[in-house]
């Protein structure tokens, strides 16, 4: 599938950042890449978002945020569409704004981690912040860019400190968040060199025993090692069924899986659908 790159100078960099509301998926582009930033939040509605071999369930209140040369693009989700409202902006003011947290790990982790970064906030979380980012789009609309600038950083490092510093999702899951190194392998397992050959790397990642890596993903994600593997192979085929011709028997050995009706079973319980179906959303 032919990916589309759109340069930075579509943006009016003058202006620090740009804003886009979208209604539906049929109004977003198909897959694409970019120089540039953005973060989006789901508004209304549903949504496939299929991003670098990966895809996400959207549904309101999804926060994701887009680096550059992130390859991704919008697919229904069932019978549901969705909503969104986004914020682009040029490297410099990620540059200008990622400064105040420059010895923060977390900061590495939003920039180089192979998935973009997606958050599910509460409903309160998501009236503020969709009022916040509405703000930011009055502003750009009254075309003081100097006030824009100014009010977009502060906007910028909030939302950073506040879901990705302050660790957003741990704090409202009431759950302590994983040890560094399980992080680590977490952020490793993503990859298809590691989800494809299975538990034996994950293991090998973690440098611990079989037992003491199910003890510790059982105690901060409510996961087995091996519900975390399947959970990156599923994806994996999902995003192989939206952008290949291939079948379904050839996408499952791809992602992994060495049992076709395990894979139709696992596979309708996380999508709520066959494979065959799901290529048809």
């Not at 994701?64 to 682009?88: A, G, M, Q």
Request: aromatic fraction near 14%; charged fraction near 25%; charge should be neutral.
């Amino acid at each position: 599938m032919k990916v589309i790159k759109y340069k930075e100078d579509l943006l009016d960099v003058e202006a620090e950042a740009n804003y886009l509301h979208q209604k539906s998926v049929s109004e977003t582009a198909p897959l694409h890449t970019h120089e540039f930033y953005e973060i989006f939040l789901v508004i209304n509605g549903r949504a496939v978002h299929i991003v670098n071999n990966y895809v996400q369930k959207l549904q309101r209140g999804s926060l994701v945020w887009i680096r550059p040369s992130d390859i991704h693009c919008y697919d229904f989700y069932k019978t549901y569409d969705f909503e969104f409202i986004n914020l682009s902006f040029p490297r410099k003011s990620f540059k200008a704004v990622r400064v105040y947290f420059e010895n923060h790990e977390t900061i590495n982790e939003i920039t180089n981690s192979s998935i973009s970064p997606l958050l599910n906030i509460s409903e309160y979380d998501t009236r503020e912040l969709e009022n916040k980012i509405n703000h930011i789009a009055m502003l750009i609309k009254g075309g003081d860019k100097n006030i824009v600038k100014y009010c977009f950083k502060t906007f910028l490092v909030d939302l950073i400190y506040k879901y990705y510093i302050n660790d957003y999702n741990s704090i409202n899951k009431e759950q302590k968040a994983p040890p560094d190194w399980l992080e680590k392998v977490l952020l490793n397992m993503q990859h298809y060199d590691n989800f494809s050959v299975g538990l034996e790397r994950m293991i090998e990642l973690s440098n611990c025993s079989q037992e003491h890596l199910t003890r510790e993903c059982k105690k901060y994600l409510g996961l087995t090692p091996t519900q975390i593997i399947n959970d990156n192979r599923l994806n994996y085929a999902a995003y192989l069924l939206k952008t290949s011709d291939k079948s379904v028997i050839n996408i499952y050995q791809d992602a992994g899986f060495n049992n076709l009706s395990h894979f139709y079973h696992l596979f309708k319980k996380a999508f709520n659908c066959s494979p065959k179906e799901f290529i048809k959303i």
